[in-house]
């Protein structure tokens, strides 16, 4: 969410998660993780036995994560680098418990103070330990504070306390070193390859910016807590964006990408790949350009997978998060939900963050433990369209629930529960064509003059706190009226949909044949995260339209210069 803990912002990009294809292991990281776990057990025992101020009691949970973070951005823009980086660092995530798990310390917002530590790149074990050290005392500290504060409502009647504050994990520690992959980055050809990506834009001198971007983001997680979980895994994750940038006539921004994902190194995508999707991204833009603003509007409209991703995304799953409905201020959408019709019976939800391929594609919500050092389970959120259950960390939201394996962070942040691998399942499927005509057919029924056919969304947001309006929103990249009498798309822009959830996803009437995977990153409390929705074409008898807020700036004066 940012700074703005009301809204959730989700932007849907392509990428992957894929190993190197190399056989070797980094056997020295064998050292490095023996150097570390060492440091987080050794602290972690000092603290639980010793770490002790006037009447308040030890910690009864302690927990420590390390992520050790290697960062590669290069950006190029019509043939030039101007930018090319490669840096390594590494983060510390403590938490401290004090109390017990039925009442504790932990609070919302229990981590908004922030103090970045230095860790050393080095395998320095004092060093390390130092900064476990410090890092434990100030959260200790902190947690004391939170008690005292969290007691006195409790006691006053400000606030009520109905679940545990912390679920019982596993019952027998988990110990998991997963290996590590050698990891050689390839800085000189990935230069090049993005620079001579870069230059086909200039075959077309309207658009004002392009840019391609590759990005490379590999972790390695090292994990343990009080209760003896011990947990090293890894992850790396790449994206290919080609995007570019003009101006309509009036002055109005326009703006398309598409981001690659490969599952290995040697899927990068070919220098005549990238011609055709640089020629396909110009015409595309260029059709925008052309197109006429959209007006408001409220009818019948297709979702493609792309768009029924974020619609399930924002109206459903955020609400679906079970930390979040642990919170005053949240507007507990589904709270009372639990065994009542939520979807039409045609559909089933569910999140599964062990499946890693879908149709010979990497999942990037993939994961076997999550932040609390938990195994990620398969939870049917929504069974016939009835809902089940939620997404949940240690902190239970209903009596008597236990986690089900969905704490995620940035490594930064506190793990909140969230969304992994998100897949719709449906039992009334047509194929394009019949959405189509299903599509026109509502148009007829409701004498509408078109049916709206929306193609491809640059993301979406949504707002769950009961302070604020109950609504989510998506921005269309493109969307096309489709007229009855024919069929024929006719391309406009300027416009996005708004619903309210319950309103909204009780109006999907049919979904399409075409499954699809679709991979992206969704910005929340807990940070950025990798995400994967798996959803068909949506076929809704009613969407609202409004105008997309811009600001039209005037176009350049003069033509670009000569090639």
């Known amino acids: 969410m940012g700074p703005n803990p009301a809204k959730i912002k989700s932007v849907i990009l392509f990428l992957g998660i894929f190993l190197l294809g190399i056989p070797a292991y980094a056997h020295s990281l064998d050292a490095t993780s023996a150097i570390i776990f060492q440091a987080?057990?050794?602290?972690?025992?000092?603290?639980?036995?010793?770490?002790?101020?006037?009447?308040f009691d030890p910690p009864y949970f302690v927990k420590y994560q390390i992520r050790h973070n290697r960062h590669i951005k290069i950006v190029g823009s019509f043939g030039s680098l101007v930018q090319s980086d490669n840096f390594q660092n590494r983060t510390l995530f403590v938490d401290v418990r004090i109390g017990d798990s039925k009442f504790d310390s932990s609070t919302p917002g229990s981590h908004r103070l922030k103090v970045d530590q230095t860790l050393p790149l080095d395998d320095d074990l004092y060093v390390l330990k130092r900064a476990l050290w410090y890092e434990t005392d100030l959260r200790y500290k902190q947690a004391i504070m939170n008690f005292m504060k969290k007691k006195g409502r409790f006691i006053s009647g400000v606030a009520t306390h109905e679940t545990h504050d912390y679920s019982r994990g596993h019952d027998e520690p988990v110990s998991?070193?997963?290996?590590?992959?050698l990891f050689h980055p390839d800085m000189e050809a990935w230069n090049d390859r993005v620079r001579r990506a870069s230059a086909l834009f200039k075959q077309a001198p309207e658009i004002e910016k392009s840019k391609v971007e590759l990005h490379v983001d590999?972790?390695?997680?090292?994990?343990?807590?009080?209760d003896g979980n011990k947990i090293r895994s890894h992850?790396?994750?790449?994206?290919?964006?080609?995007g570019a940038w003009t101006k309509a006539k009036s002055g109005s921004p326009i703006h398309d990408q598409e981001t690659i994902f490969f599952s290995n190194q040697e899927n990068f995508p070919s220098h005549q790949e990238l011609q055709e999707k640089v020629h396909q991204l110009i015409s595309n833009i260029r059709e925008l350009k052309k197109s006429p603003k959209a007006e408001t509007f409220v009818g019948p409209a297709?979702?493609?997978?792309?768009?029924?991703?974020?619609?399930?995304?924002?109206?459903?799953g955020h609400r679906l998060e079970g930390d979040r409905l642990r919170t005053?201020?949240?507007?507990?959408?589904?709270i009372k939900k639990?065994?009542?019709q939520i979807l039409p019976p045609f559909l089933t939800i569910v999140d599964n963050p062990q499946i890693k391929q879908l149709h010979e594609i990497d999942l990037v919500g993939h994961y076997l433990y999550d932040d609390e050092g938990q195994k990620g389970n398969k939870v049917v959120l929504i069974d016939h369209g009835v809902?089940?259950?939620f997404l949940l960390s240690r902190a239970p939201v209903l009596a008597g629930e236990r986690t089900n394996g969905h704490a995620r962070s940035d490594g930064i942040k506190a793990p909140m529960s969230r969304m992994a691998n998100v897949i719709v399942q449906s039992e009334k499927n047509f194929s394009q064509e019949e959405m189509k005509r299903l599509l026109i057919e509502q148009v007829r029924l409701q004498n509408k003059p078109y049916g709206l056919f929306i193609k491809k969304l640059s993301g979406g947001e949504t707002q769950t706190q009961s302070n604020n309006f109950q609504v989510f929103k998506g921005k269309p990249v493109y969307i096309y009226k489709v007229y009855p009498e024919d069929g024929r798309e006719e391309l406009v822009r300027g416009v996005e949909f708004v619903g309210t959830p319950l309103s909204m996803i009780g109006k999907v009437i049919a979904t399409g044949d075409d499954n699809t995977v679709i991979n992206g990153f969704c910005g929340a409390e807990s940070g950025m995260i990798p995400v994967t929705s798996v959803t068909p074409s949506f076929l809704l008898s009613e969407v609202e339209l409004q105008t997309s807020p811009s600001k039209p700036l005037r176009r350049p004066i003069l033509p670009p210069p000569d090639l």
């Open 328 to 334: 005053a201020s949240d507007g507990k959408t589904f």
């Open 302 to 316: 297709l979702f493609s997978p792309d768009a029924a991703a974020v619609l399930i995304h924002e109206a459903v």
């Open 176 to 181: 998991q070193l997963s290996p590590v992959p």
């Open 218 to 226: 590999r972790t390695v997680r090292y994990y343990y807590d009080s």
């Open 235 to 242: 992850s790396i994750h790449y994206q290919l964006m080609l």
């Open 338 to 340: 639990i065994g009542k």
């Open 40 to 55: 987080m057990e050794e602290e972690m025992d000092r603290s639980l036995n010793r770490l002790k101020i006037d009447i």
């Open 387 to 389: 809902l089940k259950s």
